[in-house]
């Protein structure tokens, strides 16, 4: 059972436009939720956080959306640059310091010049 | 701050022998550390995890037996892949806890086995 959700495997978005990846979750024990950005044949990198008590999070471009009643998150990036080309994970965890991150299947994403 | 290395970024063995993989805090304690395994097109799936100086915990379906994991210090988190086989062949993935809730990637380890 996949407990988060990228339905959408690849997104194509003109350079310059807003990109909004979706993720959903199943499990409300989440409480802290994390988007990922991995280039191929490198380690993801930590792009930006939410937690359960906040429903929005900023930092420059990329704006973190989160619905609790919906189990729903998204992430905007705008503008988006050539170099946003990369797979999106969205990911969840427990409150304590050491649960572990459950990815979802990540969403590719494509700027077009 | 917050780095994790992890070593080899990339190995080619035989099949039947074994490869260790490293992974490395270097600018602080990890005392939990996360190994993923990435097959193309999918996502990153939680093999185990690793904490200092106890037995670490493995995800439903992963062989304990095949995937040893050793955590022997604060800083180090070991992964052998014993008896490698090309079914075995990915990228694995190491993790470590740096602070609240900040998780620090290694860069992977592809692994080819031939």
């Known amino acids: 059972d996949q407990q988060v959700k990228q339905n959408s495997p690849s997104l194509s978005v003109q350079e310059g436009r807003i990109s909004i990846l979706n993720c959903d979750y199943t499990n409300s024990m989440f409480d802290y939720f994390l988007w990922y950005k991995k280039y191929p044949a490198e380690g993801p990198t930590f792009l930006i956080s939410?937690?359960?008590?906040?429903d929005k999070n900023e930092d420059g471009r990329f704006t973190v959306f989160l619905n609790k009643s919906a189990k729903h998150l998204s992430l905007h990036i705008v503008p988006s640059q050539p170099g946003d080309s990369a797979v999106y994970f969205c990911a969840a965890s427990g409150m304590n310091r050491d649960d572990k991150i459950i990815f979802g299947k990540g969403t590719r994403l494509h700027i077009l010049p | 701050g917050a780095v994790v290395s992890q070593h080899p970024s990339w190995v080619i063995c035989k099949s039947g022998t074994s490869v260790k993989i490293e992974c490395r805090s270097l600018?602080?304690?990890?005392?939990?550390m996360f190994w993923y395994r990435q097959f193309p097109k999918q996502s990153l799936m939680l093999m185990a995890t690793?904490?200092?100086?106890?037995?670490?915990?493995?995800e439903q379906g992963v062989e304990k037996d095949k995937f040893l994991i050793n955590h022997a210090s604060l800083t180090l988190s070991t992964l052998t892949v014993t008896s490698a086989h090309p079914e075995d062949s990915s990228f694995y993935i190491c993790s470590a806890s740096s602070g609240a809730y900040g998780y620090t990637f290694g860069s992977g380890t592809r692994l080819t086995v031939v």
């Open positions: 690793s904490n200092e100086g106890s037995k670490a915990t493995y």
């Open positions: 939410i937690s359960s008590i906040k």
């Open positions: 600018d602080f304690q990890a005392t939990t």
